[in-house]
């Protein structure tokens, strides 16, 4: 089994969608949480970071981790299409500096 | 902003070279990684490297190694390339205090 599993999608919507991205993961040690959004042939870059359980918001985003249940989203309000990407869930039991775990990513497109 | 700079972009090399892939960061980070991405396999961990001259394998070391002589600097060294290493090639790094990895644009090698 894998640390993390996430749905590769892909996912269409239309312009002005709400968007969820789901990743459940197996172990119950992770406590950083991060979404990256990576562009065709470029480096993911973070989106958003979280520790431990809760929702932390940012403009149109929002993560929420569920600790219970080994499962984070990432929401995307009002999607636009330039959020059209791969998006990238990754967790890690110590600091953030240590070892991520990533899932294999959800591809996006957002249709005008 | 913290930058992560990787030497080249595109690289074609040939069956049974040496092949070197630079990694250089400008923040003064800790922490670097060598990751590859393929489709549907995700984001694998290759070699970190939590200090200078020092290195840790990741998931997938066989057939590559590293080197860290400088903080700012981490080299992957494919030591002779073989065509199942034909891959985007990702550079991190992170600080040891938090904030989650930045990632380089990306090295995408080719090997024929």
């Known amino acids: 089994q894998k640390e993390v599993e996430q749905d590769p999608g892909p996912l269409s919507v239309p312009e002005g969608a709400i968007v969820s991205l789901n990743c459940t993961y197996s172990?119950?040690?992770?406590?950083?949480f991060m979404w990256y959004r990576q562009y065709s042939r470029k480096g993911p870059e973070l989106l958003m970071y979280?520790?431990?359980?809760g929702n932390k918001e940012d403009g149109r985003f929002t993560a929420q981790v569920d600790k219970s249940s080994k499962y984070i989203s990432l929401f995307i309000r009002d999607s636009q299409p330039s959020d059209s990407a791969t998006y990238l869930c990754?967790?890690?039991?110590?600091?953030?500096?240590?070892?991520?775990?990533f899932g294999t990513g959800t591809s996006l497109t957002v249709i005008p | 902003d913290v930058k992560v700079t990787q030497s080249s972009r595109y690289l074609v090399k040939r069956t049974g070279e040496k092949v070197f892939l630079e990694c250089v960061q400008d923040m003064d980070h800790e922490n670097m990684f060598w990751y590859r991405q393929d489709p549907g396999l995700g984001l694998r961990l290759i070699y970190f490297s939590y200090d200078v001259k020092m290195k840790e394998k990741g998931d997938i070391p066989e057939g590559y190694s590293v080197s860290r002589e400088k903080k700012e600097r981490f080299s992957l060294i494919l030591e002779s390339a073989s065509t199942n290493q034909t891959s985007m090639y990702l550079c991190a790094s992170s600080h040891d205090r938090g904030s989650g990895y930045t990632f380089g644009s990306g090295t995408r090698l080719t090997v024929v």
């Open positions: 172990n119950s040690a992770f406590q950083y």
């Open positions: 979280t520790y431990s359980s």
């Open positions: 990754a967790m890690s039991v110590g600091p953030p500096g240590n070892q991520f775990y």
